[in-house]
């Protein structure tokens, strides 16, 4: 990654994602996020906000399928990536010029809110191992009786 730009920016998802596949079949998740920077004004006692900065995010393989059923329009979410640009020519003749972050990782914010999460299945995300198993929260094996319920007075040793 020498000489790329990365970027992390938190902000809130200005519409849904849109999952696609390639005509290879590698999935592309695209959604753009914006961030409003706020700052406070000594002289008038209030919050003042900036000019918003919004982006478009394009997530892919895996992920992006896992972008798409977790993340939704007004989730904050984190992004972190590749900043690039696309410069192409408007319907006008103007030249033009378009960003997009090369999704890396893209998280949900706890700044405001909670979430639960679930592992994926063992053979996806570059897991080699075949499992049958259903996708079970991290941090609790399977073997956990706190986690099923199974709990009893007796020690486990």
């Known amino acids: 990654m020498s000489g790329e730009t990365t970027i992390t920016m938190t902000g809130n998802v200005v519409a849904d994602p849109e999952l696609r596949f390639t005509p290879s079949g590698a999935a592309v998740c695209n959604f753009r996020m914006a961030n409003?920077?706020?700052?406070?004004?000594?002289?008038?006692?209030?919050?003042?906000?900036?000019e918003p900065l919004f982006l478009g995010v394009a997530v892919w393989r895996q992920q992006a399928e896992h972008v798409a059923e977790s993340v939704q329009r007004g989730m904050r979410v984190i992004v972190v990536g590749r900043l690039t640009q696309r410069q192409y020519e408007?319907?006008?003749?103007?030249?033009?010029?378009?960003?997009?972050?090369?999704?890396?990782?893209?998280?949900?914010s706890l700044l405001r809110a909670t979430a639960v999460v679930t592992k994926a299945g063992a053979n996806q995300g570059g897991d080699r191992q075949q499992s049958q198993q259903p996708a079970q929260a991290y941090g609790q094996p399977q073997s956990d009786p706190w986690a099923t319920g199974g709990y009893s007075n007796e020690p486990r040793f």
């Open 36 to 50: 409003t920077p706020r700052k406070f004004n000594r002289q008038t006692n209030e919050w003042e906000d900036g």
């Open 90 to 108: 408007a319907t006008d003749g103007s030249k033009r010029s378009s960003y997009e972050i090369q999704a890396e990782e893209v998280a949900p």
